[in-house]
């Protein structure tokens, strides 16, 4: 596996080594030993999620304040941009934004921990977009920051989408401004 380091130093891209001949391809999707080595501590993970959506849909900013999950995401259909946002106020990248585009092609993972925020937009038609959590799903300790707040400026592909996501759920449009949100210590 190769690891690729963002600008923010817990935050990674993750490219499985990819075997692939004219049948098809095969690869570790996950091994717990070599994703151990690459984030330099023992993750458990405790639930698996998949969600499909359409051309433009943005989901996010999302996160649990408390029983907060670490994620693994990755795309097996279509492509989409994936940002994380540094929500940890001891962090010197605190309100810090990365971004990666995965795809089904380039088979990449993001790496995002807990307390950062995570959303991502689908830039194909569709996206299937799996993702592992280090903790399981809390409504009561979920938040959402806005996907355009002008605080963290993220650099959102969707100029083609005339510079807004076609569908946000009704939650993410009372996603909180970054200055008004519950951030970790």
Known sequence: MNVIKTAI????????????????????????????EAVER??????????????????GLHYQIEQAQGKLVRVVNGTVFDVAVDLRKSSPT??????????????????????????????????DFLYKTTDYYAPQAERCIAWNDATLAIEWPVADLGDTPIQLSAKD????????ADVFE
Do not use: T
């Open 9 to 36: 130093a817990d935050v990674l891209i993750l490219e499985p080594k990819v075997f692939g001949d004219q049948r098809g391809f095969f690869f570790e999707s996950f091994n717990h030993r070599q994703f151990a």
């Open 173 to 180: 449009q009372q996603g909180v401004r970054f200055v008004d």
């Open 94 to 127: 605190f309100g810090k934004w990365v971004g990666a585009l995965l795809s089904a092609e380039n088979k990449r993972m993001f790496w995002v921990p807990e307390g950062f925020a995570h959303g991502f937009v689908v830039c194909s038609e569709s996206a």
């Open 42 to 59: 023992d993750v458990q993970f405790v639930q698996d999620n998949h969600s499909r959506s359409a051309r433009g849909v943005l989901r």
